[in-house]
């Protein structure tokens, strides 16, 4: 990997010096540099690192867009754009040099670039490449926060729910979590349905705990199964058609909603006959 890590220094250093390239031969070289990028080999790291590279709309690859929305291999430095400096912080830091990607990150960040804000403020959370510090840490999420990083935004909210970095506040953490979930964050999901729950920094909500809990538990959070068999241990049948259609209203197309709606409603009959049958045998 040190090898690896001193390739691209190289490759870096060699596209910052002043040299006249024809277009095609920036391209070639950017093309290549892209290429060792990604092939470079995957080490897990937080599971809130963000900016590792944006797939166009279709899915058929990574297209680097720079600032000015032109291609980045028509940029005059690549190096220069926020995009390609978080992606080359992220590759450090999946070699571990991380002093190397709090730089790239830094310089990503000071752009305004949200995916570098959030990732900066994981390297001041945990310590790598830096001193560790909370307070910086909730300032840079924070900011990649007011941008809509789902990330930041899950991630801030536990800082304000631990009082790490901030004061403890349980309504901006349910603010920010909740921010998080609707942006599609399935942690997020999983966290608000437990706040709704048990009433913590919002008011309890037995059927929106549901609702959570069963988007989560479809985007293949396991826990959320559990939890989702002990609400309806606790729950009416009632409110469990209730949290039913409200998730099918908000969650399933159209066509599909009147299968739904006959289910439940055959459900809830059966339940309240099974009820009655019970009774005339007392």
Request: aromatic fraction near 10%.
């Amino acid at each position: 990997m040190s090898r690896a890590v001193s390739l691209l220094k190289f490759v870096i250093n060699f596209i910052n010096k002043k040299i006249e390239f024809t277009k095609a031969a920036k391209s070639v070289f950017v093309l290549g540099l892209i290429c060792f990028l990604v092939l470079l080999p995957f080490t897990a790291g937080a599971c809130g690192w963000a900016g590792d590279g944006e797939s166009d709309e279709n899915g058929e690859g990574t297209i680097w867009v720079g600032a000015e929305g032109k291609p980045i291999e028509e940029q005059t430095n690549p190096i220069d754009d926020p995009k390609f400096q978080t992606r080359i912080g992220n590759s450090y830091r999946k070699a571990k040099d991380y002093i190397e990607a709090v730089r790239w990150f830094r310089m990503a960040a000071s752009q305004g670039f949200e995916s570098a804000q959030n990732n900066l403020a994981a390297m001041y959370e945990q310590g790598l490449g830096i001193a560790r510090s909370d307070v910086l840490a909730a300032q840079w999420y924070l900011l990649a926060a007011e941008q809509g990083n789902a990330k930041a935004q899950h991630s801030l909210g536990q800082m304000y729910l631990e009082g790490r970095g901030v004061q403890p506040d349980k309504q901006l953490a349910s603010k920010w979590i909740l921010k998080s979930a609707e942006n599609g964050h399935v942690s997020a999901m999983k966290e608000i349905a437990d706040m709704f729950w048990e009433g913590q920094g919002v008011l309890k909500n037995d059927i929106k705990a549901y609702e959570w809990w069963k988007l989560s538990s479809m985007h293949g959070d396991g826990s959320s199964d559990n939890s989702l068999e002990m609400a309806k241990t606790k729950m009416d049948i009632k409110a469990i058609a209730t949290a039913e259609k409200s998730f099918a209203v908000s969650h399933i197309p159209l066509k599909k909603q009147t299968v739904l709606g006959l289910y439940l409603t055959a459900k809830a009959g059966y339940e309240k006959w099974k009820k009655i049958l019970t009774k005339s045998k007392l």
